[in-house]
């Protein structure tokens, strides 16, 4: 990747080798049984092409670095494309996003890579913009969870952060979560807090509590973080009562979370809702490439 798209790629918290891989990935799919015969066939090879990528719907931006980065990846000169919108930015239909000028062939081969990313990203973004519009006002924050799409959690991770929404944990090692099979295993909530403890005493410890005594428990061993799972209203205001005697001590909600009740969780006191939906469900937002005569 060369310096000027690397630099972009990490200015928006991108990881480098994890977009090469990406990328690489998925352009592997489309050519592992052989080259582009179609275009290669119908199109000659000093042939140029000017295209668009168009809006089809309104909703948040993102993708536009990885769209460079597949353009790059199959030899399209990066002088050729000009950014009309960035990520993060709101888009509505007709809107042109990123233009387009070089050889038909890279530019063919690249679209539907480039457009499978964009369009799924920008979806993430949109979805995740929705809940942050439902949380406007409170003190509560819209966070993901570690229910991505297999290998793109990276930059499903990202179009969280275009949304506006907040990121929790990369993956297993960069924080503990003690999810109702840990406790089970290790004997309890106390036992397992402890053993976390022991073992990695500077570590972000989250416990996932289903009840009002759990809660309580979590407290006394001195956990910082608290995450309420598949509570009711009247419960999450219960255990947030109890947790706010512990100065400094954060509150998440998850579970059973739509849209239609996210503003009532968030004036629970809860600090984060934790909303899976954001990358395992969020619809595709439509973009297309558009050549221009």
Not at 87 to 103: F, K, Q, R, W
Not at 115 to 131: E, K, Q
Not at 220 to 247: K, Q, W, Y
Request: proline share 3%; net charge negative.
């Amino acid at each position: 990747m060369n310096a000027g798209l690397a630099e972009l790629a990490v200015t928006a918290g991108l990881d480098v080798d994890d977009l090469e891989r990406v990328v690489a990935t998925a352009l592997d799919e489309d050519l592992r049984y052989g080259p582009d015969l179609t275009s290669e066939a119908t199109i000659p090879a000093s042939r140029r092409l000017r295209a668009e990528v168009v809006a089809r719907q309104p909703g948040v931006l993102c993708g536009v670095v990885v769209a460079l980065a597949v353009l790059e990846a199959v030899g399209l000169p990066l002088e050729g494309a000009t950014m009309r919108r960035v990520d993060a930015a709101p888009i509505e239909p007709g809107d042109a996003v990123l233009a387009l000028d070089g050889p038909a062939r890279a530019l063919l081969l690249a679209e539907r890579t480039m457009l499978n990313l964009m369009t799924h990203l920008s979806g993430v973004a949109t979805a995740t913009s929705r809940w942050v519009e439902a949380l406007a006002g409170t003190a509560c924050a819209v966070r993901d969870t570690r229910k991505t799409t297999p290998g793109l959690r990276q930059l499903e991770k990202y179009a969280v952060r275009c949304g506006g929404g907040t990121n929790h944990r990369l993956g297993l090692g960069d924080a503990a979560l003690l999810k109702d099979n840990h406790v089970a295993a290790a004997g309890g909530i106390t036992r397992a807090v402890a053993a976390i403890r022991a073992s990695h005493p500077h570590v972000a410890l989250e416990v996932e509590c289903d009840t009002l005594e759990q809660v309580r428990e979590a407290l006394d061993a001195g956990c910082s973080l608290i995450l309420l799972d598949n509570m009711d209203r009247d419960a999450i205001t219960s255990a947030v009562e109890a947790i706010r005697h512990f100065p400094g001590v954060l509150v998440e909600a998850s579970g059973s979370m739509t849209l239609e009740r996210a503003r009532a969780v968030a004036e629970a006191g809860v600090d984060y809702i934790a909303v899976g939906s954001l990358t395992h469900s969020a619809a595709a937002l439509d973009l297309g490439l558009d050549v221009v005569a």
